[in-house]
């Protein structure tokens, strides 16, 4: 007997879903995928990247970690990045963060998880360089939320500074970065405003959408 058995009958029945609409879907999908899309998110089991933008399998490259973090030396997102913007070349990177993130949260209430926390420490880095902006809010939820505001405007900017998007920038490649966040509450996704096409445009809209981030 097969384990987990739900599953792979679940599996079997969206395959045949699938087929029954575009019988030649998994066959055109198996020769190449060519996606527009990065999206760089949180491994939060809520936030589904193909589900919430409604787009199916071939269309998203997706990395997901622990309160999508984008760190210059994290060797996992840096390829995804690479080989997304070198070899698939899509056109948009998207950061997305969502509300009600344990993993923000742990970091700005510094909460012991283990092994993670190392990891949380470069949230805990945002929450510190921003801390006049969460500090006078009256609310630690309103805190919270901030902090997961924040964290995808920095986490943007991080991905500015990569090699990758630089390179792709400098030999002119058609490439947009943006900040997302995503709401458990209602499932809207909502812009933050840091959406560039080049790194003047993202220094711009780095302070901007941060004075935003002030009320
Ligand atoms: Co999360």
Redesign the pocket.
């Known amino acids: 007997m097969r384990v987990l058995q739900p599953l792979f009958q679940n599996n079997r029945e969206w395959s045949e879903r699938i087929r029954a609409s575009d019988p030649s879907f998994f066959q055109r999908l198996s020769q190449q995928q060519s996606p527009k899309y990065l999206w760089i998110g949180?491994?939060?089991s809520r936030?589904p990247a193909n589900e919430i933008i409604g787009l199916p399998p071939g269309e998203v490259f997706v990395h997901r970690n622990?309160?999508?973090v984008v760190v210059h030396t994290d060797l996992n997102c840096l390829s995804a990045l690479q080989f997304g913007i070198d070899v698939l070349q899509v056109e948009h990177v998207m950061v997305v963060?969502?509300y009600?993130?344990?993993?923000?949260r742990a970091a700005l209430f510094q909460q012991r998880i283990g092994l993670s926390d190392n990891w949380l420490g470069h949230v805990r880095d945002v929450a510190e360089r921003h801390e006049a902006r969460i500090r006078p809010l009256a609310h630690d939820g309103e805190r919270a939320d901030r902090l997961c505001e924040l964290n995808v405007v920095e986490q943007v900017r991080n991905v500015s500074h990569t090699t990758i998007v630089r390179d792709a920038w400098e030999r002119g490649q058609k490439l947009s970065l943006h900040g997302w966040i995503y709401s458990l509450r209602d499932g809207l996704l909502r812009d933050l405003g840091v959406t560039a096409q080049n790194l003047d445009e993202c220094n711009e809209r780095y302070a901007a959408a941060l004075q935003a981030l002030e009320q």
């Open positions: 949180c491994s939060d936030v622990v309160a999508n963060g969502h009600g993130c344990s993993g923000v």
